[in-house]
């Protein structure tokens, strides 16, 4: 089995909050807010494939949800093949990318960091990240909050948010609305939580971002990020 240290970091720093063990897969449910919190985890090899995968569909069917799997480099082997033969599609290809932090450049100021989300962070976030209504995001908020984190902002311009994982430091929810784009605020945003990171005693960081979102990949890689790893959704 290859590495599956980022399947299981993501895992643990965007909670879902309904999860079954089913031998080694993590079945995860969280009203349908966000496919991370409402796919398989497929990690480990069970007894039977295809009972493991029907066992799968069942539990997302009784929620009225897409079956969908995760599938990073800890994915059980063959499964990639068997849902493809079962007209499982590929979603949202994704880079895992990562940065040392010994050289973490500090902000410039003015970003505001907190140990939990305000509702100007979260309506700010939401305002560029909202795909599931606003009825979602009380959801989300719940699934951001099962771990602990710290929320940078510039105000109602830009967010982010950041996990400490031991050595790791998780980036997420990096946002900035439209109105202020252009500006380095998303900059900011990344090296205040960098070198928040850097002081709490992580020495490496990671994020992961949609392969196709140019403008996100070319913030990061100025940053010092490089790509470390990729995953995909397959969704029925």
């Known amino acids: 089995m290859m590495d599956e240290t980022f399947d299981r970091l993501v895992d643990q720093a965007?909670?879902?909050?309904?999860?079954?063990?089913?031998?080694?897969?993590?079945?995860?449910?969280?009203?349908?807010?966000?496919?991370?919190?409402?796919?398989?985890?497929?990690?480990?090899?069970?007894?039977?494939?295809?009972?493991?995968?029907?066992?799968?569909?069942?539990?997302?069917?009784?929620?009225?949800?897409?079956?969908a799997f995760s599938m990073g480099a800890g994915a059980s082997g063959g499964l990639d093949d068997a849902l493809q033969a079962r007209d499982y599609r590929v979603v949202d290809p994704t880079l895992v990318m990562t940065a040392s932090l010994t050289h973490a450049v500090p902000a410039e100021g003015g970003v505001e960091l907190a140990d939990t989300p305000s509702p100007a962070w979260l309506d700010t976030w939401w305002s560029v990240d909202g795909r599931f209504g606003d009825d979602g995001l009380a959801t989300a908020a719940r699934i951001l909050t099962g771990v602990p984190g710290v929320y940078a902002s510039l105000g109602r311009r830009a967010v982010g948010r950041g996990v400490e994982q031991g050595e790791w430091f998780g980036i997420y929810c990096m946002a900035v609305a439209p109105h202020a784009r252009r500006r380095g605020h998303g900059r900011e945003i990344l090296r205040a939580l960098l070198s928040h990171a850097r002081e709490q005693g992580a020495r490496k960081a990671y994020l992961v971002v949609v392969e196709s979102n140019a403008a996100a990949l070319s913030l990061y890689e100025r940053q010092g990020f490089t790509v470390s790893g990729r995953y995909h959704y397959r969704v029925r």
Do not use: M
């Open 14 to 67: 965007w909670p879902a909050f309904h999860r079954v063990d089913a031998g080694g897969w993590v079945l995860r449910a969280a009203d349908g807010v966000t496919k991370r919190a409402n796919s398989v985890l497929p990690l480990g090899e069970p007894e039977n494939l295809e009972v493991a995968i029907g066992e799968a569909e069942k539990f997302y069917a009784d929620r009225g949800l897409p079956c």
